[in-house]
């Protein structure tokens, strides 16, 4: 949730969905480092007993999804994204690294294909600066999350940037604007910043509460938030 209101930076879906499409081919390429101290991170707090159901919802190419079912062989991993090219990007990457316990399908995070209580785990990295609506997927993690499953939320902390982070991002970000100025199939947002790009830390903190979750730590590492949380007894949601 970046600052101000969403009245101030509607993302047109579909456009954002051409945009990625667009950057499939290559996005990986330097996105996807399943080896970082970020993965290890995340696989660290995944809870070791199991094996575990993950979901990694707008997995994009799959950094967290391959990346985590290569630490976590007891686990199973599913990846949803509504980029389709992204999808098969990160289905070559499973077939290249023979990996057996990571499956991709293509789905909205506001409206997850899964069964209610299908999963342990929630993985959402970079996912909510890309949504009008960040409260509608806290919803639906917590419908296919089992009885006190947890939630990984991983973003950019722009309060944290390093210098040589925030000058890449405004690169990228700068780049999108020529291409979509040439290209309005691409234009999904009129503002786009490193402020409507990045969560706002302590608003999302609230959201967590108010969709039934527990924050249970924050921590920081390569220039993202990274906040672990568990979804309260259903009988207990405040």
């Known amino acids: ?94 077939r290249r690294l023979e990996l057996s316990n990571v499956s991709f399908r293509i789905g909205d995070v506001e409206a997850l294909p899964f069964a209610k209580a299908s999963f342990d785990a929630v993985i959402a990295a970079g996912l909510f ?21 947890q939630v990984i939320i991983v973003e950019f902390d722009r309060n944290f940037m390093t210098w040589d982070t925030r000058m890449f991002f405004n690169t990228m970000i700068a780049g999108y604007k020529i291409v979509s100025s040439c290209f309005t199939r691409f234009r999904f947002a009129e503002t786009w910043d490193i402020n409507t790009s990045t969560i706002s830390e302590e608003k999302f903190k609230e959201a967590l509460l108010t969709a039934g979750f527990d924050i249970r730590s924050v921590d920081r590492l390569e220039n993202h938030v990274i906040l672990h949380c568990r979804l309260h007894p259903r009988d207990e949601c405040p």
């Open 129 to 149: 600066c890309n949504l009008n609506e960040p409260c509608r997927a806290l919803g639906e993690f917590a419908r296919v999350l089992k009885e006190s499953g």
């Open 1 to 94: 949730m970046a600052e101000g209101s969403n009245r101030e930076r509607v993302i047109d879906s579909a456009k954002l969905i051409a945009w990625y499409d667009f950057q499939a081919p290559f996005y990986h390429f330097w996105r996807d480092r399943y080896n970082s101290r970020l993965v290890h991170k995340v696989a660290s707090i995944i809870d070791p007993s199991g094996p575990k159901a993950a979901l990694d919802a707008g997995c994009g190419t799959g950094l967290f999804t391959i990346g985590l079912a290569r630490l976590c062989k007891q686990h199973s991993f599913d990846g949803v994204d509504r980029s389709e090219r992204m999808i098969e990007v990160g289905r070559k990457q499973v």
